[in-house]
């Protein structure tokens, strides 16, 4: 992957629109391939774990991964701002994918749990690094100006990912095995390497970039929190975020599970729980692809986090899957808005410089600590029913609205045009 001077990068991106840039179009081909070889990845471990072992030794191979990712994660974003995100994510893309592949054809001569569990550890290792690398990276192929349009592009892959992935994993299970599976995932992940080393990526200043000084690792993690701490609009928003995510993630996922139960709507039911969801999150993403920009960013994302709580709360009380279905695509046009809106901000008021760990800390409850309270929501309903567990994750939730509309100038921030 080449480098072009900032002046230059950012004029020529400038001049056309994100979905018009063949440099960005790359990147979100790479992205985009490198997702669905990790859905496929997700079911091929999946089917694999309960194959080989009993359901609570599968759900702990599940759960390996997540355990170096949180420890990890903010060391990954110090290593993402001192090498660049361009050397990581190419870096990370490759380890994935000889991982994978590696276990791929160990599977055709062995069985067992502990390549799988061996495997989910590599995983959730390099997820600690890969994942502010891809946050990072897009304010470096183009300008501030189409990063809210990145954002919507970016939401529409990893939806169309997400689709298109888990069908394809189930069919390589179906077709060879969880090793034939492994395998498809890793050719998946190994078709964004080059995709990746073809995209441009804008060089930082020398004053700017914290590669360039003498300084240690740990200076940079505490340079990094600090940089978080004392910015008026990444302070609160990081904030939000985190507690966004941890009144989401447990009950749109373990607890809506339970809740279909409960309710006795079956597998088909949650079916369209989900596909009501995930069409809300996509709609959401293609308009922020389309228009580029949503006038009074900070306002909108605060608002569509309180009626999304709300939304979150009444789907506990619904008792029809259909009308669940309903507000299943209300809480994806919400939540799809807001953490577009959410994202969209982090992008623009982060310097590139620290962009790796401010994505690093974004990122830490989400992708590292919540979903490690899955099984604790899944007790807490156990105890206490579906209703107040819901209702508790709806005011946490709310929570993050009230932040946003509480930091005056994060309420009032503006997305470029």
Known sequence: MSTVPATSAGLLAAERPAHRDGNVLRWLAAYTASMMGD????????????????????????????????????????????????????????????????????????????PLALLALVFGTVDAVFVPAV??????????????????????AYRFASVAGAPLGGLGVACGGAAAAFGLAGLLIAVSVPLLVSVRMRELPPDDNPGARDTTAWRDLVAGLRYIRRHRILAPLVLAIALGDLGFVGPLNVGLTLLADERGWGA?????????????????????????????????????????????????????????????????????????????????????????????????????????????????????GTGPVFVVSAAVCGLAGVVLLGARDLRRAELPR
């Open 39 to 114: 859905n496929v990845y997700y079911i091929a471990l999946s089917w694999a774990a309960v194959r080989a072992g009993s359901p609570a030794q599968a759900g702990a191979v599940m759960a390996v991964s997540a355990l170096p990712r949180a420890l990890l994660m903010l060391g990954g974003g110090v290593v993402v701002d001192r090498l660049g995100p361009r050397k990581v994510v190419i870096g990370s893309d490759a380890v994935r994918c000889a991982a994978v592949l590696a276990v791929a054809a160990l599977l055709f001569v062995t069985s067992g749990l502990w």
């Open 135 to 156: 946050g990072a990276l897009p304010a470096r192929i183009t300008a501030k100006g189409q990063l809210a349009r990145v954002q919507g592009l970016r939401g529409l």
């Open 268 to 384: 088909s039911g949650m079916g369209w729980v989900l596909a009501g969801f995930g069409t809300g999150a996509a709609a959401v993403s293609l308009l922020l692809a389309v228009r580029g920009t949503v006038s009074h960013a900070g306002h909108v994302a605060s608002y569509a986090i309180l009626a999304g709580s709300v939304a979150i709360g009444a789907l506990a009380c619904v008792p029809a899957a259909a009308a669940a279905a309903g507000v299943a695509l209300l809480i994806g046009l919400l939540a799809g808005l807001s953490g577009a809106m959410c994202g969209a901000l982090l992008q623009t008021q982060a310097a590139p410089a620290y962009l790796g760990r401010v994505t690093a800390v974004s990122s830490l409850v989400s992708l590292g600590l919540a979903p490690l309270s899955m099984p604790l929501t899944a007790a807490a309903i156990g105890a206490w």
